[in-house]
């Protein structure tokens, strides 16, 4: 069937994990999808196929045990009757703990489930501005085609559309050694009108560091934004992470001498001054950090009264300071050498990383800005996005983003109220994820810190009890939802 000549409840553009998933739900729902997909007339730089819902980068879906939040989100969509859980599950081969899938042969099912669907009509061309037709669901991934891109960035403001992606490390805070870090922003909280305030005598760079010379120093954070922050979020807003002049040195020379994740090549590198990586940062010369994230100035540790060499700041991922972002330590260095090397700062020996950091080319939006409670955006009714493009990051979280939006849409289009999945499930996580305010907002992979925190009469638990605990919780509290829709 043509998909341009059938008639249409809700268009669907991309024919990726999202959106393959979005069209599926729909379509199970009784609406009529027509779903647009570029290939095989274009391609992304990144794809080698015509099929849908290729995997262009891993045949890993990642960890399956519950104790993993993203494993419990891959229980969850096999519960609520996932497309895209169906077709890994059918397609998978062994992989140890982890789901892991023969690609072509998921990527054929994926396809061949869409195509043979009576309510899906695939219109294969490529999308070059935002539909007029409504309701429509973008899908359209992280390389979203230039013309789309600038056709949204026209729709909610350039400064809301990001089109590289710089991720910072996050830790579980009872990893944390807190008898080597303390809490406080620099500055502390006196003196703030608005949040503005005047730079102490202390904002000097120490003697050994004003030697830098401009060309290696660090690009400055947005120094009066940062300041901002911290006078809203309180004079405890940051853990601080302390070192000594050998340890910082030593610290500096690992993150050089490190091994890092080349860049593919659809990659342009263009990395922006202001969110470098830190292994570039550090390569720029031995104090370039000190002059940058790491400076040290406005801090006293309250153990020794004096300013740190350096200092490694985390900031609470999630308002129940379950997790911390490291922050300005964006970086493109290999897992096992994020674990060796981060692992050096004090504080850290013992850390539980909950997402590695990460640098690369992806298209998406400022969703806590731009989406509101039905994944649409605020600007344009009747426009969802799902998927990478809205703000998650990875294949299970982009099928799930594409699952939870048309879940959404169809309660819309039935008229009625909408109902989101708990935010003590991981399908929560994703809404709470795209919801929470950050001072930039990041995409993430689904963690813990996304899923609301055991009630307090649960006592503290260790991690794997604790995560376990969750999980049971998670799914109770889905299937409760999913039998009352």
């Not at 399956?64 to 609520?80: F, I, P, Q, T």
Request: neutral net charge; glycine residues 8%; hydrophobic residues 40%.
């Amino acid at each position: 069937m043509n998909g341009a000549e059938s008639p249409c409840d809700v268009v669907v553009v991309g024919g990726g994990l999202a959106g393959c998933e979005a069209a599926y739900q729909l379509a199970q729902r009784g609406l009529r999808v027509r779903l647009v997909e570029m290939k095989p007339h274009k391609r992304t730089p990144a794809q080698t196929s015509d099929r849908m819902a290729e995997l262009v980068c891993s045949n890993s879906l990642r960890g399956a045990a519950l104790s993993n939040a993203v494993g419990l989100l891959k229980e969850e969509l096999r519960r609520v009757g996932s497309l895209a859980l169906r077709c890994a599950d059918e397609t998978s081969v062994p992989a140890g703990g982890a789901l892991a899938v023969d690609r072509e042969r998921f990527a054929e099912a994926m396809t061949r489930a869409i195509e043979a669907h009576p309510r899906i009509a695939v219109e294969r061309r490529e999308v070059t501005e935002i539909p007029a037709e409504r309701p429509v669901i973008l899908a359209t991934g992280p390389l979203t085609s230039d013309a789309l891109a600038a056709s949204l960035a026209a729709a909610v403001g350039a400064e809301h559309l990001a089109y590289y992606d710089a991720i910072a490390p996050i830790v579980s805070a009872d990893s944390i050694d807190w008898s080597r870090v303390w809490k406080q922003s620099r500055y502390g909280k006196g003196g703030a009108i608005r949040g503005e305030r005047a730079a102490p005598p202390e904002r000097s760079a120490p003697p050994e560091q004003r030697a830098v010379p401009p060309e290696q120093r660090a690009a400055p954070p947005e120094d009066a934004a940062e300041r901002r922050d911290d006078a809203e979020v309180g004079d405890e807003a940051y853990v601080n992470c302390p070192f000594d002049e050998a340890q910082y040195k030593a610290f500096v020379r690992a993150l050089v001498e490190s091994e890092k994740v080349e860049a593919r090549d659809f990659e342009e590198v263009r990395y922006f001054e202001g969110c470098l990586p830190c292994e570039v940062m550090a390569a720029r010369g031995e104090q370039t950090l000190a002059f940058g994230p790491m400076k040290p100035v406005g801090l006293t540790d309250p153990r020794t009264g004096r300013r740190p060499y350096a200092v490694l700041q985390l900031r609470p991922e999630d308002e129940a300071a379950t997790a911390y972002n490291l922050v300005g330590f964006q970086t493109r260095m290999k897992y096992a050498e994020q674990l060796r090397v981060f692992r050096m700062v004090p504080g850290l020996e013992e850390a539980d990383f909950l997402r590695m950091g990460s640098v690369h080319r992806n298209t998406f939006v400022d969703a806590p800005a731009l989406l509101g409670p039905a994944m649409e955006l605020r600007a344009l009714p009747g426009v969802h996005l799902a998927g990478q493009i809205a703000g998650v990051e990875g294949y299970v979280e982009s099928a799930a983003a594409g699952f939870v939006c048309a879940i959404l849409l169809a309660q819309q289009l039935r008229n009625e109220p909408l109902r989101p999945p708990p935010p003590t499930t991981a399908l929560g996580g994703i809404l709470t994820h795209l919801g929470r305010k950050q001072p930039k907002y990041q995409p993430s992979n689904i963690t813990w810190a996304h899923i609301a925190p055991l009630d307090p009469a649960h006592g503290k638990l260790r991690k794997r009890a604790r995560y376990e605990a969750m999980a049971e919780r998670a799914l109770r509290d889905l299937d409760a939802w999913w039998a009352a829709g």
